[in-house]
């Protein structure tokens, strides 16, 4: 499996960014999938999930996560969307995409390389 983020870039404050993550092989339907970001310094953080089934969850600690970014899901394209609204300096970070793939051993984890997001004037 392999997973491509994109989609990062510099925007303004108050801006918006789509990123995708793009999975090959043939797990994808049946994988969860969760954006992280990890700012200069700083651990990385989770920012938002996506189960198989497509219910969703946000980070509590993020201020305002939930009510700007959305993650969804195409299983027909094997790839995974995180949209950005009214983006904040404090969202600059590197986004990581990663994607959970139940087994009958056990949750098998994978990471992308991670896409730069910038929000600046």
């Known amino acids: 499996v392999q997973l491509q983020a994109s989609g990062g870039g510099l925007v303004q404050p108050g801006g918006s960014l789509r990123l995708s993550c793009a999975a090959s092989?043939?797990?994808?339907?049946?994988?969860?999938f969760a954006w992280y970001r990890q700012a200069p310094g700083q651990e990385r953080h989770f920012v938002a999930a996506i189960s198989s089934g497509g219910s969703t969850n946000y980070a509590d600690s993020i201020d305002s996560v939930e009510g700007r970014f959305t993650i969804s899901r195409d299983n027909a394209k094997n790839t995974v969307y995180l949209q950005m609204n009214s983006l904040k300096a404090d969202d600059t970070a590197v986004y990581f995409c990663?994607?959970?793939?139940?087994?009958?051993?056990?949750?098998?984890?994978?990471w992308g390389q991670g896409t730069q997001v910038t929000v600046s004037s």
């Open positions: 990663k994607m959970n793939v139940p087994t009958a051993r056990g949750t098998l984890m994978y």
């Open positions: 092989g043939s797990t994808f339907a049946r994988a969860a």
